[in-house]
Nanobody, 117 residues
Framework: VQLQAFGGGLVQPGGSLRLSCAVSSRTFSAYTMGWFRRAPGKERELVARIIDTDNKLYAWSVKGRFTIWRDNAQNKMYLQMNRLTVEDTAVYFC????????????WGQGTLVTVSS
């Protein structure tokens, strides 16, 4: 299983970005998908994860600003990020795990999001 994240870049505070994650797998729908980030000097943290349309989880710091969704027909996952702040600056990773697994086992390469004026 290979994952590739797209969509990072430089954005001003208050702006928006959409990240995409393309997954090469014949069983994409069987995976729990997640977005993680690692900010400079900080530990990696879970930003959001999705099992299906009705089962999503967000970190408290992004709730109400970020939206995660997936397109099982296209083998893609997305993260819409609105009202970005400088604290959202980080390398964002997409990850996948079998729904029965406690750990994410497949990781993308990361895409850098920089929020700065």
């Amino acid at each position: 299983v290979q994952l590739q994240a797209f969509g990072g870049g430089l954005v001003q505070p208050g702006g928006s970005l959409r990240l995409s994650c393309a997954v090469s797998s014949r069983t994409f729908s069987a995976y729990t998908m997640g977005w993680f980030r690692r900010a400079p000097g900080k530990e990696r943290e879970l930003v959001a994860r999705i099992i299906d349309t009705d089962n999503k989880l967000y970190a408290w710091s992004v709730k109400g600003r970020f939206t995660i969704w997936r397109d099982n027909a296209q083998n893609k996952m997305y993260l819409q990020m609105n009202r970005l702040t400088v604290e959202d600056t980080a390398v964002y990773f997409c990850a996948a795990k079998p729904k029965t697994s406690p750990d994410y086992v497949y990781w993308g390469q990361g895409t850098l999001v920089t929020v700065s004026s």
